[in-house]
């Protein structure tokens, strides 16, 4: 159930910079509540995209979202920051905060937006960080802005990629930061219309709440595929053991799926950059980093299933890829365990035939240069020897498997998301490798 729209009890002009996976749906989300937004990017391509009502993104509901918020009159785009600052009492940082390479978050971005926006800034404005920051970043972003009467405030996104309407419209809390508390309550009240229960704390705090979530999350489904590798050697079904794990309501059923490991975006980056802000600090966060080495041997888990399937060799053999991006429902391949196993694959000499449904086989994609993209899933399997299933695409459960059968060189099916009922498929002549399936 959405919150209400236009609820005019507490409208707020509000800017937010950057159009990306948070920025998009945050605007949104706010113009949805009723204030007044100007959401600012800088690419042309974006912009233009935005103002002839079409989506930069994959994100379901956020046209409908994007498209309301126009039509009201609380939305509008701009392509400078500092118009966009203009008259607002709130300016959302929503620009990127890549990875560096010692495993710090970038915040040359976030530094930049500060710079250009410092002085235009209404008076008593507050600027609220919803990139994921490291802890302590609010503080860089009050000394750059350097005015006194501007306040900073840390405020976590959660959002997952594909459902980030779904999760912006009933967020399951507002986390605010900031060592002025009126600040932090007030851009908690600009999502008072979700109900959703506010904590107020400081910044530090409020960003450590972002790492540890994310950090929390990647544990977990390291721990799961680690159970599903026991479950192997044991013989146990791993299916039926989650099953069992999950009715536990301190344990639950979400984030218990095996797979080829977690990607995307946002774990890799968030664990690797609390990593560093542990060892920064004089933390021996070894917990943690079990868990990210967990989760490369587990991409080396699948890839090793997959030779295993082709008798022993990858090397010279035709495999048939179905899915590239970290998880379905998205078009982000950014780190994606998918791709990198099918890059694996193709480094071990095999020709890689890959189909994903949001990669338009005809277009020049710079980064599947090294695979044999197919423009459907059958003509990823013609000549293959296996079949391996990286993406939990719902389409692929309802295929023809009778016409897989035929076009395949052999029947060999490794399911890296246990999407496929490994009994039908076997019954059909196959043979099925699953996660932890027996
Ligand atoms: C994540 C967090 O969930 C979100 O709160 C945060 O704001 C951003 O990072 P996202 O990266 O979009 O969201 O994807 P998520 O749905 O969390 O999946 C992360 C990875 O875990 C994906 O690679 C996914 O395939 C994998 N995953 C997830 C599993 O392998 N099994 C599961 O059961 C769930």
């Not at 930069?56 to 966009?84: K, M, Q, R, W, Y």
């Not at 959660?158 to 399951?172: I, Q, W």
């Not at 390291?222 to 309501?249: I, P, Q, T, W």
């Not at 799926?257 to 690797?272: V, Y």
């Amino acid at each position: 159930m959405s919150p209400p729209a236009n609820d005019h009890t507490n409208r707020q002009a509000v800017a937010v910079i950057g159009a990306g996976y948070v920025g998009l749906p945050t605007a949104a989300t706010l113009a949805h509540f009723g204030h007044h937004v100007v959401l600012a990017e800088r690419e042309q391509s974006k912009l233009a995209a935005l103002r002839a009502g079409r989506m930069p993104i994959v994100e379901a509901g956020l046209d409908e979202l994007v498209a309301g918020g126009v039509a009201a009159g609380n939305l509008h785009f701009t392509d400078s920051a500092v118009d966009a600052v203009a008259g607002a009492a709130f300016v959302f940082l929503c620009v990127p905060t890549p990875q560096s390479a010692d495993g710090s978050a970038d915040l040359s971005y976030v530094e930049s937006a500060a710079k250009e926006i410092a002085s235009s800034l209404e008076p008593g404005a507050i600027v609220v960080n919803k990139s994921t920051v490291p802890v302590g970043s609010a503080n860089m972003v009050e000394q750059v802005i350097g005015r006194p009467d501007i306040s900073v405030v840390s405020n976590p996104e959660f959002l997952r990629e594909g459902t980030a309407v779904l999760d912006s419209l009933n967020p399951d809390r507002i986390v605010v930061g900031a060592d002025d508390a009126r600040a932090a309550a007030k851009v908690g009240e600009l999502f008072s219309s979700t109900r959703a229960p506010l904590i107020v704390t400081d910044a530090t705090t409020s960003e450590t709440i972002k790492y540890a979530s994310n950090a929390f999350l990647a544990t977990k489904l390291s721990f799961v595929n680690a159970l599903a590798g026991l479950c192997e050697e044991v013989g146990a079904d791993a299916r039926d053991v989650l099953l069992g794990l999950g009715y536990d309501k301190r344990i639950g059923f979400e984030f218990l799926r095996p797979g080829p490991g977690w990607g995307g975006s946002c774990l890799p980056k968030d664990t690797r950059a609390l990593l560093h802000i542990a060892s920064e600090a004089g933390y021996d966060f070894s917990l943690l980093a079990g868990a990210i080495a967990s989760n490369d041997e587990q991409l080396s888990r699948v890839a090793a299933k997959v030779e295993t399937a082709c008798g022993g060799s990858a090397d010279g053999a035709t495999i048939a890829v179905w899915g590239l991006t970290f998880k379905a429902n998205t078009d982000d391949r950014r780190d994606s365990p998918s791709l990198q196993i099918a890059h694996r694959l193709a480094d071990l000499g095999a020709t890689v035939q890959a189909f994903d449904p949001t990669v338009d086989a005809e277009t020049d994609v710079p980064d599947l240069h090294d695979l044999q993209l197919q423009a459907d899933p059958y003509a990823a399997v013609a000549g293959a020897r296996v079949l391996v299933v990286l993406t939990e695409w719902d389409e692929f459960r309802w295929l023809d498997f009778s016409r897989v059968l035929a076009a395949m060189a052999e029947p060999n099916i490794v399911d890296a998301r246990n999407l496929l009922d490994p009994a039908a498929v076997r019954r059909m002549g196959f043979s099925y490798t699953g996660i932890g399936r027996q």
